[in-house]
């Protein structure tokens, strides 16, 4: 405990925690305020995500690391192009850590991006798009 009596917070995991799931301003400011052009995309983003995640994971699974960095890096590119900025992160992250990282960090950093393409997934899905 500190000494004023409030336990210290838990560490932010580099920044992760400061960046939105889903910034929705960044597609549409990207495509000049067109929304329709932005649920398109958008549409496109989520199918993306399901073959993001089948290919990490096989990439993982397969011990393939240049297609993990590869598949990581896509995902990282469309992510931060519609606004799913800490899924960015996590991809930049994996995409960094996939060949030096133990299999074990590895792992976790999928882990945690999984989730993370759970939640984008979610709240795409609460926006109508």
């Given amino acids: 405990m500190k000494r004023d009596g409030h336990r210290p917070t838990a560490p ?3 920044g ?8 929705e301003t960044v597609l549409i400011d990207l ?3 067109d ?3 932005a649920a398109e995309v958008l549409q496109d983003f989520e199918a993306a995500l399901a073959r993001g995640a ?3 994971e096989t990439a993982f699974r397969d011990n393939r690391t240049q297609e993990l960095v590869v598949a990581a890096h896509k995902l990282k590119s469309s992510s ?3 606004g799913a900025m800490r899924l960015g992160e996590l991809c930049a992250r994996l995409e960094a ?4 990282a133990s299999s074990q ?10 989730a993370e393409i759970g939640a984008v997934s979610r709240r795409l899905g609460s926006t109508g798009s």
């Fill in 105 to 114: 960090t590895v792992q976790r950093m999928i882990l945690a991006l999984m």
């Fill in 80 to 82: 931060r192009t519609v």
């Fill in 31 to 33: 495509l000049d305020g």
């Fill in 12 to 14: 932010d995991e580099g």
């Fill in 16 to 23: 992760l925690t400061r960046l939105p799931t889903y910034d």
């Fill in 54 to 56: 089948d290919e990490i």
């Fill in 97 to 100: 850590g996939a060949r030096s």
């Fill in 35 to 37: 929304a329709q052009m």
